[in-house]
């Protein structure tokens, strides 16, 4: 999930420096969105690793 949002980020970063800025913005919104997610699911499997 994390390797996705990167992939995420550097499109829109690539698209950015092209001037595309629509694909730009969309990309960096799915990178940050798939961020979160990844944070989330992170942070439920550290504490329940911890009560095992």
């Known amino acids: 999930?994390?390797?996705y949002a990167i992939i995420f980020l550097v499109v829109?970063?690539?698209a950015?420096?092209?001037g595309f800025g629509g694909i730009a913005g969309t990309a960096a919104g799915i990178a940050k969105i798939?961020?979160?997610v990844f944070l989330v699911?992170?942070?439920i499997a550290f504490f329940r690793g911890r009560r095992v």
């Open 16 to 18: 950015a420096v092209l």
């Open 41 to 43: 699911l992170a942070i």
């Open 12 to 14: 829109a970063i690539i």
């Open 1 to 3: 999930m994390l390797q």
């Open 34 to 36: 798939l961020f979160v």
